[in-house]
């Protein structure tokens, strides 16, 4: 049962995060040229990138924890409702993938796939760790937030990765307005979405 609830939620949250991955791919060309040509470029389309993933993250996963409810009610009968926490909490894990991918991106651009192999690896190692812990204990919730963590260890190694090796500068303050941005969209979106007729 436990595992049919959670690939239920794992389903549809994976489906989230089809748009990141185009819009990824979509940028690694562009990426690729400017390494090469202009370091100015460069960073242009790599701020591009990050600003387009941060708007897109927050209003995602904002919009999943508040709809989880009828989203798993449209796609499964109401015996599937403890999905709909775990849908909630794997969300987030979508969003950080959302994250990540501009420094996984300037990676591969620059030639280190290297590390992008030692990164992975460490976060399905950290994974499977993760799942032994808290498995048992928290069921499928456990099984939610061991990706939850992954996903942020590697967000977190790619981002120290990308900026310790000087490939991109990442600016904290339009990071941070980028996200303020998002957030206030996702809260004006929260309110019309709440209204019953919407809902």
């Given at each position: 049962k436990e595992i049919g609830w959670y690939s239920a939620a794992y389903g549809i949250v994976s489906a989230t995060i089809i748009p990141g991955a185009l819009i990824s791919r979509s940028f690694a060309p562009v990426l690729s040229k400017f390494f090469k040509e202009s370091k100015e470029r460069l960073q242009k389309a790599w701020d591009k990138q990050m600003e387009t993933m941060i708007l897109l993250a927050v209003p995602l996963v904002v919009g999943g924890i508040v709809l989880s409810q009828r989203i798993i009610d449209s796609f499964y009968p109401l015996s599937f409702s403890p999905s709909i926490l775990a849908f909630q909490i794997l969300i987030i894990m979508a969003g950080l993938i959302f994250?990540?991918?501009?420094?996984?991106?300037?990676?591969?651009?620059?030639?280190?796939?290297?590390?992008?192999?030692?990164?992975?690896l460490f976060g399905?190692?950290?994974?499977v760790v993760l799942n032994l812990m808290l498995?048992?204990?928290?069921?499928?919730?456990?099984?939610?937030?061991?990706?939850?963590?992954?996903?942020?260890?590697?967000?977190?190694?790619?981002?120290?990765?990308?900026?310790?090796?000087?490939?991109?500068?990442?600016?904290w303050s339009a990071s941070f307005l980028t996200f303020i941005v998002a957030f206030i969209?996702?809260?004006?979106?929260?309110?019309?979405?709440?209204?019953?007729?919407i809902y």
């Open positions: 994250l990540y991918r501009p420094f996984m991106d300037i990676l591969i651009a620059s030639n280190h796939q290297k590390k992008i192999f030692w990164i992975s399905a190692l950290a994974n498995i048992p204990k928290y069921s499928l919730y456990g099984a939610a937030f061991a990706a939850v963590i992954t996903y942020a260890v590697i967000f977190s190694l790619s981002f120290i990765c990308a900026v310790k090796l000087g490939l991109i500068s990442f600016s969209a996702s809260f004006l979106m929260y309110l019309l979405i709440r209204e019953p007729t």
